[in-house]
């Protein structure tokens, strides 16, 4: 579904990716795991066109896109739940979720729209009973649920989402990431970035470790659990454990 | 006063006030899609007038109103093709400045392709002496079509921003432009967009005002700064509330000739431009709760 190699991004002189190369098969949930500031959201700005690489191919079903434009992607499968949720808060829940299809509307498939609608509705009962309010007055967890919402109306094929847990109590948590497990079985791909080691490794399949712009660590998502390095940095657990 | 004065001047009020709504509309489209106070939006408005009274003198008044709209509405495209979209990396306020220069050149494009004289579009209906009693106020039936025209630009772009997706897309771009491309959205288009509409809005502001205000190559910067005032008023960034406004500021200029002498009119939009930013920078209708979601 999605091959990344040797990709650099980064803004003005600031090189973010230092030679990324990554692989998501189609149907899998892959994560990328690391600290503030590895470099997690501009790889996915970057596969989602926002962020033009200086250096490296991005392949999405097996097209090269890394000059694409971000409608392109969108237009082909790839849709985007940025970090921060990014809605438009003066809008309606519903005026949200219909700008997601926006791409869709432009082809004139408003049928297939409207169904993406009420599956979302079905997926997040919430959102059918508050589709009228502004999503600025929404709280967290329904803001991040109308940031998935709106990306899987231009039915995509590879999601890509963005700390979805970020700052959600960890309920909400799981239903978000039980909602990516159903996403799934639908046969959507997802590629998911986290801080939330524990939480993404339980739900995924396979994930990376990131640190400064480079992928350090690759692996099945059991074997990341039991990996020293990634329990030592990424789940907490005590150093002296496993230094004595 | 008496009742037909007083109505006298509600009317001249509104009149007035609609061309200034005109304006503002067009600031506050623009502005919201790309955070630029357009100071050419006054030549719009003149070039509208201009472009639709030379066509009318070779052809029918609807037509040429039309064709004056679509060119205006061009030039508006092409302002943000050839100076905005490429000067994205200065600042706002260097943009904001670049349209102070864009107005002073079509001015004097203006000024050499019409030369100075004040010209007038014909009358819609009737000509200059005819008139229409309202409880004895004698208004020119041009002023009911400023009216109407308002009115239905009004409702217009009401539902265009509010039912259509493609203002739905406008407003998304001006909520949130990465979350609007990552919806698909091409926000350079809708930018341009803006400055179509704005353009046009300005030139159909230009034809309906023109036989009763007469058109002048340099009657856009006048209207620039009682536009921004308007704008400002109702709440920068809402195009509806401009309306409202609009109509305000021009009730309150034409009462207040009969209270004071002449020449303190253009003082007093100033004042009240000076008066909202101190007290109410959001403006009389931006409502709080709404535009505190919003980042300006």
């Not at chain 1, 434009?69 to 739940?81: F, H, I, K, Q, W």
């Not at chain 2, 921003?161 to 926000?187: D, H, V, W």
């Not at chain 2, 002449?262 to 007290?279: F, P, Q, R």
């Amino acid at each position: 579904m999605l091959k990344i190699k040797n990709l650099e991004a980064g803004y003005d002189k600031l090189k973010v990716l230092k030679g990324i190369s990554l692989h998501v098969n189609s149907g899998e949930i892959v994560t990328i795991l690391g600290a503030n500031g590895a470099g997690k959201s501009t790889l996915l700005n970057t596969i989602a066109s926002l962020v033009k690489p200086t250096e490296g191919e991005v392949r999405f079903k097996g097209r090269n896109v890394q000059t694409a434009r971000p409608d392109y992607m969108v237009t082909n499968g790839c849709a985007l739940v940025p970090e921060g949720r990014q809605l438009f808060p003066a809008m309606t829940v519903r005026e949200n979720l219909i700008l997601g299809a926006y791409t869709l509307y432009g082809r004139r498939d408003k049928k297939i729209a409207n169904e993406y609608l009420s599956e979302i509705y079905s997926m997040f009962p919430v959102l059918d009973a508050r589709k009228s309010q502004l999503a600025g007055t929404l709280s967290g967890g329904e803001q991040q649920m109308v940031a998935i919402g709106r990306a899987l109306m231009s039915g995509p094929d590879l999601l890509l989402m963005d700390e979805p847990s970020m700052g959600l109590a960890p309920i909400i948590v799981k239903t978000i990431f039980k909602a990516v497990l159903t996403l799934r079985a639908r046969g959507k791909t997802i590629l998911i970035v986290e801080q939330n080691a524990r939480a993404v490794l339980e739900i995924a399949d396979r994930g990376y470790v990131m640190e400064t712009g480079m992928l350090v660590i690759e692996g099945d998502a059991g074997e990341l659990l039991n990996n020293n390095d990634v329990k030592r940095a990424y789940l907490g657990r005590d150093y002296k454990e496993f230094t004595d | 006063m008496a009742l037909n004065q007083i109505l006298q001047y509600i009317f001249s009020g509104i009149t007035v006030g609609s061309i200034y709504a005109f304006v503002a509309i067009g600031y506050n489209i623009i502005y919201n899609s790309t955070g630029i106070i357009n100071f050419a939006q006054g030549e719009f408005v003149m070039l509208g007038g201009m472009i639709a009274y030379t066509f009318s003198n070779f052809m029918p008044l609807l037509p040429a109103i039309i064709a004056a709209i679509l060119i205006t509405a061009a030039i508006g495209g092409l302002i943000e093709n050839v100076f905005i979209r490429r000067m994205r990396k200065t600042s706002v306020l260097g943009m904001i400045v670049i349209t102070i220069g864009l107005s002073i050149l079509i001015r004097e494009f203006a000024l050499s392709i019409w030369d100075e004289q004040i010209r007038a579009l014909r009358f819609f209906t009737g000509n200059e002496i005819s008139s229409v009693n309202i409880l004895g106020a004698r208004i020119s039936p041009q002023v009911l079509w400023v009216l109407g025209v308002t009115l239905v630009l009004t409702a217009g772009l009401y539902f265009f921003l509010k039912f259509t997706l493609t203002g739905q897309a406008m407003r998304a771009c001006s909520e949130n432009p990465t979350a609007a491309k990552l919806c698909g959205i091409r926000t350079d288009r809708m930018v341009s967009l803006s400055f179509m509409v704005s353009a046009g809005i300005g030139a159909l502001g230009g034809c309906v005002v023109s036989p009763l205000t007469q058109t002048h190559y340099a009657m856009g910067s006048d209207l620039a700064i009682k536009g921004f005032t308007v704008a400002i008023l109702g709440g920068l960034g809402n195009p509806m509330s401009a309306v409202a406004a609009g109509i305000l500021l021009g009730l309150i200029e034409a009462f207040s000739i009969s209270i004071l002498p002449m020449a303190y009119k253009d003082v007093i939009s100033i004042i009240i431009l000076l008066i909202v930013l101190v007290a109410r920078p959001s403006g009389l209708f931006g409502s709080r709760s709404a535009s505190a979601l919003k980042d300006y």
